[in-house]
C-alpha cells in the first residue's frame, strides 16, 4: 500500500444578517482531496470530480498544488515528482 493523506476542508457562510463580519457557521458540505504516492508514477498527476471539473487548471497553478508546494517548502522537503492528487468539489470554488 503506498502513502496516503486525506484532507477535508467544509463549505462555510459568513456575513451571516446583522452579525456581518461577525458570525459564520461551517455546513455539513465537504471538498475533498487525497494526496498518495503510487510506486513508479513518474510525474504530478491531478484528478478533478465535483463542481470546477472542467474549469479548474490541472497543473502547477491549481490552488491545492500550490498548497502541497508551500507545505512542502515549510518543511524543507521537495514535492514527490509521482504525487497523485484526487479532489472531488462538493461546492463550487469561491462560493
Known amino acids: 500500500m503506498h502513502p ?20 459564520g457557521l461551517a455546513l455539513n458540505l465537504w471538498n475533498e ?7 513508479l508514477h513518474p510525474h504530478l498527476a491531478l484528478e478533478i470530480e465535483g463542481f470546477g471539473a472542467e474549469t479548474l487548471p490541472r497543473d502547477d497553478t491549481n490552488l491545492i498544488v500550490k498548497a502541497a508546494q508551500t507545505l512542502a517548502h515549510h518543511v524543507q522537503r521537495p514535492l ?4 497523485n492528487i484526487r479532489c472531488r468539489n462538493a461546492f463550487p470554488p469561491g462560493s
Not at 482531496?33 to 510506486?39: G, V
Open 33 to 39: 482531496a487525497t494526496f498518495s504516492l503510487p510506486p
Open 80 to 83: 514527490p515528482a509521482g504525487l
Open 4 to 23: 496516503t493523506v486525506f484532507v477535508s476542508v467544509p463549505a462555510t457562510s459568513a456575513n451571516l444578517g446583522p452579525g456581518f463580519d461577525c458570525l
